[in-house]
Every structure is written in structure tokens, then in C-alpha cells.
């Protein structure tokens, strides 16, 4: 069976297919009361949005959000938010040989094993589109964590990463990779466009920082924090890796140097190091909660492939089209909404138990 929905207390339900009509999603659970308007949601759907830069797909999607139900004189009303982004700039027959033989890397032959049939325009489900309507209801729930702040960049692209003592988050919105770094932005500027040219694609990892999260969120055992973060963050397209904190690199510590310690503090403890990412046993410590995702470069290449056709044939494929050369640079604001629907989710969980 397919599994389309997110969520324990606010749940998000996405729908659509690249080259259909339309996607969008429906929220549900959302607290009544909550000032709510398109605009609210559309400069998340902006920064997301294809076409902005020759390092992206040229696909031209204004993502203008339509808020379809559970608002009444601009707030929520504790019923399903329905949500619709349409297409506008599908090219269905960039799809012709897609169609034939699978694109290694892609969902195509997965798809296809699995239902018998697949939507080979864009890769239907399997598109990286389908992170509009994540994006569209991560802007519902931050509605509901107006406590918390989120913000997310690229730190590391095609193996080149960025000096984390030049960090300066201002320069996120400068460039067009989400960079924080800005000499990094000026190295991945050749990086991605010499890819472009050739026809492939690179990997990035995007950091997701998240401060204001109250100690307490989280639900042990089997609605662990960090456990409900990583299944968000792994079921974006194209994300292969995840890690809270310090992840693998903690593997490589000792006790002592991979403890946070804590002094007293005038509102709780102060703690010294942040090696576990804000969470520890499942549970929100008040310290930031800190998600790292790797992106896989995008399958989607002008480069030839050696591939099979659908009666099992040997085939080769180059995949026509408009493609991101780097999808994890877009992937920065869908991290960011999927971390806003987790920390919210939690947050009415928390609620609902301890009050």
C-alpha cells in the first residue's frame, strides 16, 4: 500500500504528481484560532521555487499557494487545511525515453515493481515537485512553534565544505545556494555550473538548526524526537543520510569528549557543548535541535547510463529535460518545513500528555 500522510497530532497529507493539475496537501489537527493567510505561506514556497538561477531547473512554477478550507475570517478552524499549488510549466514529452528504459538512480524501476505500472512524466510521486506541498504545510505548522525559529543552509557541496569559523547566517539569502559562507558560495558558483555543462549532477548536505525548542519535546519511546526527525528528513526525495548532532563524527569520541556538560544556570541548566544535536533519550533538551541531511545528486543527468528497458533489455538513457544540477540547493527550505511539522507535531504531543 502506498503511505501518504505525516504525523501523530498534526498530520499533513500531500497529493499530486509532477506533470499533473495540480499537488497540494491537507493539514489536519492544526490548533483553532491561528492567524493564517496564503501569505503566510508563500515566501517559503518562493524560496523553494524552481527557475531562480541557471543552478536550478529551469521549470518556470509561479507555487502560488491557494488555501482551499479550514480558515474563517483569516483563522484556523481546527478542521483540514487543504492546501493547491497548480502546474503550469509541465513538458510531458521531455519524458519519451524515460517512458522505455529506467533511469538508474530514480524511482522509475522501484515504481514500476511495485505497482505494475508508473507514472514516467517527471517520475510522477517520485519527483522532487512533490516537496511544494511539504513546504506549503511546513508554512501551517510554524503557525503553531511561534516560540521556535528554523533556519537551514547548504554546508557542503560535491564534497567541498564550508568554513564553519566564516559562517555568517545573513549571507544565506545572498547567494543562490543557501550559503552561509560566502567564500564558499563564490567556489560553488563554478562548481555546480562546470556539472551543469556536462551533463551531471553533485550531492550537498544541508544543516538545519532549530533554537527556541523547549526542553521536554518528545515522545519515548517509539515517537523519539531525533527517531520522528530522521524518518521526516529521510522520506524527502533524494536524501540518503541523516544525522542529529554530532552523528557519525560522535562514533569517533570518547565519553568525556562527546558529553554535554551542564552548570547551574539561572532558568535551568547551561550546558557547554551541544555534541547531541538538542536531544537526548528522545527528549528535547532546551539546547538547539541541529539536523544535518545528504542529498544524492539529481539521477536525472544528460550523461549517458547504462540501463535496461522494461522487457529487461540492455539500453543506455540520457534524461532530456529540465533538471537541478544540485537538488540539495532547493532542498533547503523542504528540510526546513519538514523540522517545522516534526517540532509541531511534538509540541500538541507534548500538550496533550503533560499539559
Known amino acids: 500500500m502506498s503511505w501518504n500522510t505525516f504525523g501523530r497530532v ?4 500531500t497529493w499530486g504528481e509532477s506533470h499533473g ?11 483553532p484560532g491561528l492567524m493564517l493567510s496564503e501569505s503566510d505561506i508563500q515566501p517559503y514556497l518562493d524560496a523553494r521555487r524552481p527557475g531562480q538561477s541557471k543552478f ?19 483563522r484556523t478552524t481546527g478542521t483540514p487545511i487543504s492546501l493547491m499549488i497548480e502546474n503550469v510549466d509541465q513538458r510531458s514529452k521531455d519524458y519519451s ?22 507514472d514516467y512524466r517527471g517520475g510522477g510521486r517520485s519527483s522532487a515537485r512533490e516537496t511544494a ?4 504545510a511546513g508554512g501551517v505548522a510554524r503557525k503553531a512553534i511561534p516560540e521556535v525559529s528554523i533556519v537551514a543552509y547548504v554546508s557542503e557541496i560535491g564534497g567541498d565544505a564550508i568554513d564553519r569559523s566564516n559562517i555568517d547566517l545573513s549571507e544565506i539569502d545572498r547567494n543562490p545556494f543557501f550559503c552561509p559562507d560566502p567564500a564558499a558560495a563564490t567556489r560553488w558558483e563554478s562548481l ?28 519515548p519511546i517509539y515517537a523519539k524526537l531525533d527517531a520522528d526527525l530522521a524518518a521526516a528528513m529521510m522520506g524527502i526525495n533524494a536524501v540518503k543520510g541523516v544525522e542529529i548532532g554530532d552523528g557519525f563524527e560522535a562514533a569517533k569520541l570518547t565519553g568525556e569528549t562527546n558529553a554535554d556538560p551542564m552548570r547551574p544556570g539561572e532558568d535551568g541548566p547551561q550546558f557547554t557543548a551541544n555534541h547531541a544535536g538538542g536531544i537526548a533519550g528522545g527528549i528535547s533538551t532546551g539546547q538547539p535541535v541541529v539536523v544535518r541531511v545528504a542529498f544524492k545528486p539529481t539521477s536525472s543527468i544528460l550523461t549517458p547510463v547504462e540501463t535496461i528497458d522494461r522487457d529487461g533489455n ?14 540539495g540547493i532547493r532542498g533547503v527550505p523542504v528540510v526546513e518545513a519538514m523540522m517545522a511539522l516534526v517540532l509541531a507535531d511534538h509540541k500538541l504531543l507534548h500538550r496533550a500528555q503533560c499539559g
Open 10 to 13: 498534526l498530520r499533513f497529507t
Open 21 to 31: 493539475p495540480a499537488l497540494g496537501a491537507v493539514v489536519d489537527g492544526c490548533p
Open 56 to 74: 536550478t531547473t529551469q521549470r518556470q512554477e509561479p507555487d502560488a499557494v491557494r488555501i482551499l478550507s479550514g480558515i474563517f475570517e483569516g
Open 97 to 118: 525515453e524515460v517512458a522505455k528504459a529506467y533511469r538508474p538512480g530514480h524511482a522509475d524501476y522501484a515504481y514500476d515493481a511495485k505497482y505494475g505500472f508508473r
Open 133 to 136: 506541498a511539504r513546504v506549503a
Open 192 to 219: 555546480v555550473d562546470d556539472a551543469r555543462k556536462a551533463g551531471s549532477s553533485l550531492g550537498a548536505v544541508v544543516e538545519c538548526i532549530a533554537t527556541g525548542v523547549p526542553a521536554g519535546w518528545g515522545a
Open 314 to 327: 540492455a539500453a543506455e538513457i540520457r534524461t532530456k529535460g529540465r533538471h537541478d544540477p544540485c537538488v
